[in-house]
T-cell receptor, first 113, second 116 residues
Framework: DTGVSQDPRHKITKRGQNVTFRCDPI?????LYWYRQTLGQGPEFLTY????????KSRLLSDRFSAERPKGSFSTLEIQRTEQGDSAMYLC???????????FGDGTRLSIL | AQTVTQSQPEMSVQEAETVTLSCTYD???????LFWYKQPPSRQMILVIR??????QNATENRFSVNFQKAAKSFSLKISDSQLGDTAMYFC?????????????FGKGTKLSVIP
């Protein structure tokens, strides 16, 4: 059990560029979550996968955001045409079952210039 | 929609002393889960303790214990014998089971500093 891994740890990009983040959950965890955490706030739910199916999306997830989990293992979160307001820590979590604890990764900190 | 409120943005405690962090929540659900997560500076969030609402007994994990008051919708965390490694942001979180994602709803957090 190597824990939830996220890549990259930090991403700096110019406004308008596209960015993609990757999350590798704990192996055999079928549930995968993405959260966004802005400065001074707790994490906010973005989206959820059960295996390869994206089953729920928050209203925070605008059309510029897309997430995939093609084979039910790793997941990617892409933000197109980044805006200043996208600057945040993007956290990934996985769990082995519905009420099992969610294990978090270190996060990807996105900074928009 | 569920909301979680942590009314103490920052707290400090002397090493070896006891500190209590407050959390209140608002829900119309009868069955749910509550959590305390710890986020050390520049490190990943880890689960400290969890409580199932249908259990009346308060959860404990070593130096960490909760005071769960379901009627008052209160879920405080007590840290005994505080250690320097307890310095972190602490987040209270709510989970509603049933159909859906079982997503966590977090409070804004309490920054705890343990002073040597």
């Amino acid at each position: 059990d190597t824990g939830v891994s996220q890549d990259p740890r930090h991403k700096i990009t110019k406004r308008g560029q596209n960015v993609t983040f990757r999350c590798d959950p704990i192996s055999e965890h079928n549930r995968l979550y993405w959260y966004r955490q802005t400065l001074g706030q707790g994490p906010e739910f973005l989206t959820y996968f059960q295996n390869e199916a994206q089953l729920e999306k928050s209203r925070l997830l605008s059309d510029r955001f897309s997430a995939e989990r093609p084979k039910g293992s790793f997941s990617t979160l892409e933000i197109q045409r980044t805006e200043q307001g996208d600057s945040a820590m993007y956290l990934c979590a996985s769990s082995a079952g519905s009420t099992q604890p969610q294990h978090f990764g270190d996060g990807t900190r996105l900074s928009i210039l | 929609a569920q909301t979680v409120t942590q009314s103490q943005p920052e707290m400090s405690v002397q090493e070896a002393e006891t500190v209590t962090l407050s959390c209140t929540y608002d829900t119309s659900e009868n069955n749910y889960y509550l959590f305390w997560y710890k986020q050390p500076p520049s490190r990943q969030m880890i689960l400290v303790i969890r409580q199932e609402a249908y259990k009346q007994q308060n959860a404990t994990e070593n130096r960490f214990s909760v005071n769960f008051q379901k009627a008052a919708k209160s879920f405080s965390l007590k840290i005994s014998d505080s250690q320097l490694g307890d310095t972190a942001m602490y987040f209270c979180a709510f989970m509603k089971p049933g159909a859906g994602s079982y997503q966590l709803t977090f409070g804004k957090g309490t920054k705890l500093s343990v002073i040597p």
